[in-house]
Nanobody
Framework: QVQLMESGGGSVQAGGSLKLSCTMS?????????LGWFRQAPGKGREEVAT???????TYTDAVKGRFTIVRDNAKITLYLQMTNLDPEDTAMYYC?????????????????WGQGTQVTVSS
């Protein structure tokens, strides 16, 4: 059984930092799969934040480029999202995701394993 568990969310002031973690127990293809972080703000759809492929190549949505870093640790089957210089616009529930079918990068509409989410709140 695959279980994704996020942690590390919280409340910070603008300009602060947080590091999110996502452990993917039972996911046998962790080291070979593209993985991702997503977020959903109240009243908005789920959006992709960052992805990291099995070769370490990364993508970021424009809003977080230069501030967020996605990292994977294959030995610990854990995905991380280091967030710096946080802005109130970053306030959202953050989710990690892995593909259920194949190894391609997850997208908001694709068939993924999802964590339960961790809340990030940034105050001005």
């Amino acid at each position: 059984q695959v279980q994704l568990m996020e942690s590390g969310g919280g409340s910070v002031q603008a300009g602060g930092s947080l590091k999110l973690s996502c452990t993917m127990s039972g996911f046998r293809f962790f080291s070979r799969s593209c993985l991702g972080w997503f977020r959903q703000a109240p009243g908005k759809g789920r959006e992709e934040v960052a992805t990291i492929d099995d070769d370490g190549s990364t993508t970021y949505t424009d809003a977080v480029k230069g501030r967020f870093t996605i990292v994977r640790d294959n030995a610990k089957i854990t995905l991380y999202l280091q967030m710096t210089n946080l802005d109130p616009e970053d306030t959202a529930m953050y989710y990690c995701a892995a593909p259920q079918i194949g190894l391609h990068c997850p997208t908001p509409g694709s068939n993924n394993y999802w964590g339960q989410g961790t809340q990030v709140t940034v105050s001005s």
